[in-house]
């Protein structure tokens, strides 16, 4: 849930000519963890899936890579259905565990939750700032409002930074927080104690202008 960067350059780390998150080997480590998962599920049957939907996957996995084939892009677009895939993957490992473990899903969420309100206070302070706050071994980025290749906004003639987190970029912020704005109101909606309804209230608030603060 926290992301912590670990910056391990490569011979692929500099294929647009400077240090690039996005073509550095090791970011991709997720992939393959999402795949070891997939075996271990596999392996230990704790999740099954019956012929008729395996057949329907193939079949939606084959139409998917067909297209991908005729735009004329098929590695790219082919490595976008792959993580098209996986995110399907992923979702029907969690929701099949859920069923078994759903305390175990609770407290993931509350967790997810947690963090994205820290996540939305440092984007807030960020945003404010116009700089960095130093928390560089949590790996926040470098940030100035004076940088280029920084996020930022000109509103009447004031430069303002995007909220970053310790994310590589406002825009995948955004998703987290977004993310756990919907975690925030599902867990309000099923809340029972008046000081927990309070707290998920003021966290909802600060979760949405952390969404704001990534704009």
């Keep these: 849930y926290f992301p912590i960067r670990i910056l391990i350059p490569s011979s692929t780390s500099n294929l647009l000519g400077s240090f690039s998150d996005f073509t550095a080997i090791w970011l991709y480590l997720s992939d393959i963890l999402l795949f070891l998962i997939?075996?271990?599920?596999?392996?230990?049957?704790?999740?099954?899936?019956?012929?008729?939907?395996?057949?329907?996957?193939?079949?939606?996995?084959?139409?998917?890579?067909?297209?991908?084939?005729?735009?004329?892009?098929?590695?790219?677009?082919?490595?976008?259905?792959?993580?098209?895939?996986?995110?399907?993957?992923?979702?029907?490992i969690t929701s099949n565990l859920s069923l078994k473990y759903e305390v175990y899903l609770k407290f993931g969420i509350k967790v997810f939750v947690v963090i994205a309100v820290f996540q939305s206070l440092l984007a807030i302070s960020q945003h404010f700032s116009g700089q960095s706050l130093g928390l560089y071994l949590l790996g926040e980025s470098h940030l100035s409002t004076t940088w280029y290749q920084v996020a930022k906004v000109v509103t009447h003639g004031t430069t303002y930074l995007r909220g970053y987190g310790t994310f590589p970029h406002p825009n995948v912020l955004s998703a987290y927080i977004f993310t756990a704005i919907l975690w925030n109101i599902l867990l309000l909606h099923h809340v029972v104690e008046r000081k927990m309804a309070y707290i998920l209230q003021i966290s909802l608030i600060t979760l949405i202008t952390g969404l704001f603060a990534t704009f």
């Design 38 to 92: 997939l075996l271990i599920a596999f392996l230990t049957k704790s999740v099954k899936i019956s012929k008729d939907n395996l057949k329907i996957s193939l079949v939606i996995i084959t139409i998917l890579y067909f297209f991908s084939y005729l735009s004329g892009f098929q590695f790219i677009n082919g490595y976008w259905v792959l993580k098209f895939i996986e995110l399907g993957v992923l979702f029907w």
